[in-house]
T-cell receptor
Framework: GAVVSQHPSWVICKSGTSVKIECRSL??????MFWYRQFPKQSLMLMAT?????????EQGVEKDKFLINHASLTLSTLTVTSAHPEDSSFYIC???????????FGEGSRLTVL | QQQVKQSPQSLIVQKGGISIINCAYE??????FPWYQQFPGKGPALLIA?????SEKKEGRFTISFNKSAKQFSLHIMDSQPGDSATYFC???????????FGKGTRLSVIA
């Protein structure tokens, strides 16, 4: 079946550094991917919609200069948390829409801890 | 403004019992209503989904009931098992390439 892979699955970094998280659709092409953030014991909150070959669309309140999203190919979207701070510590989850079928698949998530 | 309201926040059910989780939505443009199961440290996994043209869908022990006029839908887990203990999220979308909007989640504990 279709799989969406996220890497890394967990990362610890120092405050002020940047961290890149990859989201790959392993056996299908995805023109649209979504990035969500989930704090402990809370729901998934949409951060941005990533469209291949164009700029991402950010939700209200999400800083586009802090959370850089690149969707350079039909199988890869990346989220870069720039100048990370402890309050950015969260579980980041991507999802991808399979081209032609419209099916939606979620990745396993990436846990970011900023010290 | 919360677009999808989910209740209860937590639920404890005896093994073998029926777990019922409810969701309500406001946006009549929503036309896709999935339920997701999430275990700690994992991404959400699709359980079952329904579209507004049917009132009920059953897959194994999981059933979605959909009431279009009331703008409500619910998940029923029959013969609940300890392995069903997880957080469940309802969601909704307008279809196409639009994102899912999630409810706040229900933490289910199935006790023996």
């Amino acid at each position: 079946g279709a799989v969406v892979s996220q890497h890394p699955s967990w990362v610890i970094c120092k405050s002020g550094t940047s961290v890149k998280i990859e989201c790959r659709s392993l056996d299908f092409q995805a023109t649209t991917m979504f990035w969500y953030r989930q704090f402990p014991k809370q729901s998934l909150m949409l951060m941005a919609t990533s469209n291949e070959g164009s700029k991402a669309t950010y939700e209200q309140g999400v800083e586009k200069d802090k959370f850089l999203i690149n969707h350079a190919s039909l199988t890869l979207s990346t989220l870069t948390v720039t100048s990370a701070h402890p309050e950015d510590s969260s579980f980041y989850i991507c999802s991808a829409i399979r081209q032609n079928t419209g099916e939606l698949f979620f990745g396993e998530g990436s846990r970011l801890t900023v010290l | 403004q919360q677009q999808v309201k989910q209740s209860p926040q937590s639920l404890i059910v005896q093994k073998g019992g029926i777990s019922i989780i409810n969701c309500a939505y406001e946006n009549t443009a929503f036309d896709y209503f999935p339920w997701y199961q999430q275990f700690p440290g994992k991404g959400p996994a699709l359980l079952i989904a329904i579209r507004p043209d049917v009132s009920e869908k059953k897959e194994g022990r999981f059933t979605i009931s959909f009431n279009k006029s009331a703008k409500q839908f619910s998940l029923h887990i029959m013969d609940s098992q300890p392995g069903d203990s997880a957080t469940y999220f309802c969601a909704a979308s307008k279809g196409g390439n639009t994102p899912l909007v999630f409810g706040k989640g229900t933490r289910l504990s199935v006790i023996a």
